[in-house]
């Protein structure tokens, strides 16, 4: 089945933003919602989008979606949480940031920061803090990963393991109800869950659209966490589940 031009905008307008809403879409195209409605249900037959309440998301899978794709997607809202995470990280500390765009969009912010120890296994985030003069940069060791500068692998763990660190910035592809943190390289899960046993503070920065998202790699729980940022609020019984684990919820609007 191909694509009218109607499904190929509203793909991208997915791809932007994580998700569309059909009352949105409506009143964009300026047709009925029953229009939309046919046209994320071809979507979803064709495999592009998986239909939630009110609207579609882009489909999970066992693979992620394209790094400039994610690096585009909800651009605006990371840029606020990597505000307020930033924000928390004081002056002279010792920081790991790991793989993911909203790492990176912390790194941005932390150009004004000064006497930081930053270790990471992340080409982007070094690259961009080499702007911060005041920044000590570190690079594990590892294989690098093209698709998007990460760098991985046993070599990565050990060099990790040589450090204490002040906080942890670390981000996912997903979060599931229970409140699992969840990706899909599973050489990439062993790096972070030993980035967060070797942080006395772990910092979680994740957007809304990965509440939305599945992925079959667990790396760890909010438990482990000690600061969630993120832009909408969770589920209520996830929300208390936090309450109980002692993990800060940080939501970014």
């Not at 919602?33 to 495999?47: F, K, N, Y």
């Not at 910092?203 to 966490?225: E, N």
Request: charged share 25%.
């Amino acid at each position: 089945m191909s694509l009218s031009f109607r499904q190929s905008d509203i793909l991208e307008i997915a791809k932007q933003d994580g998700r569309v809403a059909v009352e949105d879409l409506a009143a964009r195209f300026e047709v009925t919602v029953q229009t939309i409605r046919r046209d994320l249900s071809d979507l979803a037959d064709m495999g592009k989008l998986d239909r939630v309440h009110g609207g579609a998301v882009l489909r999970s899978g066992v693979s992620n979606i394209g790094y400039e794709d994610r690096r585009a997607l909800n651009a605006e809202i990371k840029t606020r949480i990597a505000q307020a995470c930033a924000r928390d990280i004081p002056d002279g500390a010792s920081v790991f940031m790991n793989i993911g765009t909203s790492t990176e969009a912390v790194a941005r912010q932390l150009l004004s920061h000064k006497d930081l120890m930053v270790v990471t296994n992340n080409m982007n985030v070094a690259n961009i803090l080499v702007e911060n003069a005041h920044c000590q940069i570190v690079v594990a060791g590892g294989v690098l990963r093209r698709s998007d500068g990460g760098l991985i692998g046993n070599l990565t763990t050990s060099t990790i393991e040589q450090f204490k660190f002040d906080y942890a910035v670390i981000s996912c592809s997903a979060l599931d109800a229970e409140g699992d943190l969840l990706d899909f390289d599973f050489q990439e899960v062993h790096v972070s869950q030993t980035i967060i046993a070797q942080a006395r503070h772990v910092m979680l920065a994740a957007d809304s659209s990965k509440f939305q998202r599945s992925a079959p790699a667990r790396i760890a729980s909010l438990s482990d966490v000690d600061v969630f940022y993120t832009d909408a609020q969770l589920q209520r019984s996830l929300v208390q589940k936090c309450a109980d684990w002692g993990t800060r919820l940080e939501i970014c609007t």
